[in-house]
């Protein structure tokens, strides 16, 4: 009788099945983590873009205001600041800061503070705020996604008292 040589590669060792399934679980938790990260930059996009229309909304509430209730602190306060500056989710969890002075020369500044659940704090109040130009600065401070570094977006307005057509 004769005996047939044994077949020495017949299969993959237990080594070999080890290291492919690491080197896929590697490659799969680094293109789930690129995933994540895209994830996070695209969230950071949308809080900058939200930022901007908030305060491009305020500018334009700010625009259309009779000057005397422009001047007027208290109509600031309660009518104008009392309410997110849009429907936007972003415009309810941002801390917007509204600053109004005469100019070009301030007497004062008026600072008022819209905190995240939309009370709205008198900081400081001008000694006049004068009769023919304003400055308006309005900013949007949040933490970002991207980092929890905190973020700002701001612009700053010249209103004149002028007649309306």
Known sequence: MKLSPKNPASGT????V????LLLGSFF???FEANAVCLRFIAASKQSVGAIEAVQARAEIFRNLAFSDLTTTSYVQNSVL???ANTSDFAKSATEVV???AYPTANGV???TRAMDGTVNL???ATSLGSTLVKVDISQSWTGVL???QRTEQTSLIISNGTKK
């Open 13 to 16: 060792t237990l080594v070999e």
């Open 110 to 112: 008026t600072q008022m």
């Open 147 to 149: 980092g929890g570094r």
């Open 29 to 31: 938790a680094s293109l």
């Open 82 to 84: 009392s309410k997110p």
């Open 99 to 101: 600053k109004i002075s």
């Open 123 to 125: 900081d400081s109040t």
């Open 18 to 21: 080890l290291v492919a399934t």
